[in-house]
Nanobody, 119 residues
């Protein structure tokens, strides 16, 4: 199993930047595909980005392409989400998630970190 703890959220103005971090416990972090999701008030949780075990391939939802970058440091058991050119519609609770395979559900989740973008 893996435990996930997010940090780095906060309040930022439109056009600003934030970097979220997700620290994972355990010795097998590199075995997990990692992802970021978000949930805005009154909305369902949605996929934001994912990264393969070795960090060689990433995937993004269209709304964040070119603005957000997911990365990982397997030596530090940490995955990051660099968010630039933030918009009010990016306001949400951001969750880190992990899964062992692309055919499995995202079954490990962090507690979430709030990101608020003011207009």
């Amino acid at each position: 199993q893996v435990q996930l703890v997010e940090s780095g959220g906060g309040l930022v103005q439109t056009g600003g930047s934030l970097r979220l971090s997700c620290a994972a416990s355990g010795r097998t972090f590199s075995a997990y595909i990692m992802g970021w999701f978000r949930q805005a008030p009154g909305s369902e949780r949605e996929f934001v980005a994912s990264i393969t075990r070795g960090g060689d391939s990433t995937n993004y939802r269209d709304a964040v392409k070119g603005r957000f970058t997911i990365s990982r440091d397997n030596a530090k058991n940490t995955v990051y989400l660099q968010m630039n050119s933030l918009k009010p519609e990016d306001t949400a609770v951001y969750y880190c998630a992990a899964r062992l395979s692309e055919i499995l559900k995202w079954n490990y989740w962090g507690q979430g970190t709030q990101v608020t973008v003011s207009s």
